[in-house]
């Protein structure tokens, strides 16, 4: 992170361990805000009191190593933002007047989505703010991690019946809600069916009838120029003596005929010639036909229209056309059946829907055993990690309850809520001493104590929790002696699956880090400034010494940070 202008810090960069980091320094010195940045990173909330005195603004910057198919890696490319090389960039910007600022990725997006980010990316143990496993979702999720096999196989089960039961479920409310709808649908098909069934209409029987109506409309014209035409091409039998186009083409072919056979090409106009007579002998006696069996029936001509009439109150309803009508009649005749069917389909699914429930009351049923269990083996041994971390008295246990809901799934004899997880909601429980009642672990702690919790509680979780980093903030607080090596030892066993970082003032915990950063204010007389070094060697060995001793240079107090330090490596 490189964290300019917030609080003391006014230009300074922390590079954390993959394994384990602990940041050591005086009182008032800025660690906390090293904890207040990782907490801007993650969405949290902006304050304008956290800008530096005459800074127009704070900025976070953040470089997070992740997964290209890590939840957080896919959510943030879903918002537009890009991965550098498996590398995410992450800012924040707060202004004095209180405006905030995030990107991600390089994209600018709302802090939302930082904090959507955060319970993929970072655990926050703290006095004050407490992420992560203090949600009962969480806790139920690591339960089911911790429980493996157990869990994993009857929920595959239990999910994809969930899945088919809320389909279900949902066609037969679609079915039974809608009933009314159905009906009335049911009803205008049958209504079109049966006016369509009474007309009887043929496939282009509207085009056929149009042109039979032009016909019959127009049948004297149509007669009397047929009849002309027939007159002007085979002669008319009142007038003898007018020339007509057959006589008059037979002759040319005659007079063709005669000569033909001196020259080709005049032959070959014989032949049209020839062609032309036999083709208006053709068209004449056509003519002649269609004059004598033109219907000029008036009935007829009555008849037409109203049928005309009877297809043309179909096709405006139900097509612009009759091939359109007869496709509508097909396709409301499949969808009435399916309608009419739906009194069946209901019936199938009602059979489906309660076998599907009984099902899902036993999957349920064979979860909420392998939670017991497996709760009963977590809490024993989160119990064990309290007892040498200063809390001997505390008990840890699982609650695992369910919620009556007479629309759920009978589970031992109790009709219970049901969701995609089973019937189980699970809250982690603490006692901290005899003969206190087990309480939420937020309620049931102080700050201290519930740093302490949640370390144990990580520490029995390393490497089923998703989370690859853990912030721990004064984790240590009231703790001395044994318990304090006690906390480092186990904070250096959880960073072997994850990252974690500390804010500690204990040289008991810090000996056990793999990096120490020193957070340290310096004063040139009017501005302070917060410098964060990584200490190596020597100068590791003083700031514990100072931290045992409050004397860098006492040398039983060097002796006690080089023999912390020994411990420590001998130990890892």
Do not use: C
């Not at 990782?38 to 953040?62: F, H, M, N, T």
């Not at 979702?137 to 429980?147: G, N, P, S, V």
């Not at 080709?264 to 004449?284: H, K, T, W, Y």
């Not at 107090?557 to 020994?566: D, F, P, S, T, Y």
Request: hydrophobic letters at 45%; glycine letters at 10%.
């Amino acid at each position: 992170m490189r964290i300019r202008s917030l609080g003391v810090i006014d230009d300074a960069v922390v590079e954390l361990s993959p394994g384990f980091t602990a940041v050591t320094g005086e009182t008032g010195a800025g660690k906390t805000m090293v904890v207040t940045s990782l907490g801007l990173l993650l969405g949290g909330r902006a304050d304008p009191a956290l800008v530096r005195i005459g800074a127009k603004s704070a900025v976070v910057e953040g470089r997070i190593r992740v997964s290209g198919d890590a939840p957080a890696a896919l959510r943030a490319e879903e918002a537009g933002a890009e991965l550098d090389e498996g590398t995410l960039l992450i800012s924040r910007t707060v202004s004095a007047e209180g405006r905030s600022r995030a990107h991600l990725g390089g994209r600018s997006v709302p802090v939302g989505m930082l904090s959507e980010l955060a319970d993929e990316l970072v655990a926050v143990h703290g006095q004050t703010d407490q992420q992560g496993l203090l949600r009962p979702a969480r806790q139920r999720e690591a339960l089911d991690r911790y429980a493996g096999d157990a869990v994993t196989g009857p929920h595959a089960k239990y999910a994809a019946a969930y899945r088919r039961l809320r389909a279900v479920a949902g066609e037969l409310d679609e079915l039974t809600t809608r009933a009314r709808e159905r009906a009335q649908e049911a009803d205008l098909l049958r209504f079109g069916l049966d006016e369509i069934a009474a007309v009887e209409p043929r496939a282009g029987e509207d085009v056929e009838l149009a042109a039979e109506a032009e016909r019959l409309g127009h049948a004297e014209a149509l007669a009397s120029a047929a009849s002309l035409a027939h007159a002007a091409l085979a002669g008319n039998p009142e007038d003898p003596e007018a020339v007509d186009a057959t006589t008059l083409v037979a002759g040319a072919g005659r007079a063709l005929d005669a000569v033909r056979a001196h020259d080709p090409a005049l032959a070959a106009l014989a032949d049209r010639m020839g062609e032309i007579s036999i083709l208006l002998g053709d068209v004449a006696g056509e003519l002649a036909g269609y004059a004598d069996n033109l219907d000029a029936d008036p009935l007829r001509l009555a008849a037409v229209e109203e049928r005309r009439a009877a297809l043309t109150q179909l096709t405006r309803k139900y097509g612009e056309d009759i091939a359109a009508v007869l496709a509508w009649a097909e396709q409301g005749a499949a969808r009435l059946t399916e309608l009419d069917g739906d009194d069946d389909r209901i019936g199938e699914l009602t059979a489906e829907r309660d076998a599907l429930r009984r099902e899902l009351a036993e999957l349920a049923q064979a979860l909420t055993d392998a939670r017991t269990e497996a709760a009963a083996r977590f809490a024993e041994a989160v119990t064990e990690e309290l007892a040498s971390l200063a809390m001997p008295h505390a008990r840890v246990s699982f609650a695992i309850r369910q919620t009556e809901d007479p629309d759920g799934v009978e589970v031992g004899g109790r009709t219970v809520a049901y969701g995609p997880y089973g019937v189980d909601e699970v809250e982690l429980l603490l006692a901290p001493h005899p003969g206190a009642p087990p309480r939420p672990i937020a309620k049931g702690a102080s700050g201290g104590e519930l740093s302490r919790v949640m370390l144990a509680v990580e520490v029995v979780f390393a490497g089923t929790d998703p989370v690859p980093t853990y912030l721990f903030d004064e984790v240590d607080a009231g703790v001395g002696g044994k318990a304090a090596v006690e906390i480092g030892r186990r904070l250096a066993k959880l960073a072997k699956s994850a990252q974690v970082v500390v804010v500690t003032h204990l040289p008991q915990v810090a000996a056990f880090a793999d990096r120490q950063l020193l957070v340290e204010k310096t004063n040139d007389g009017s501005v302070t400034r917060s410098g964060v070094t990584a200490l190596e060697g020597e100068d590791r060995v003083r700031e514990l010494s100072r931290m045992l001793a409050g004397q860098e240079d006492s040398q039983t107090a060097r002796a006690h940070a080089e023999e912390l330090l020994a411990a420590a490596r001998a130990d890892g």
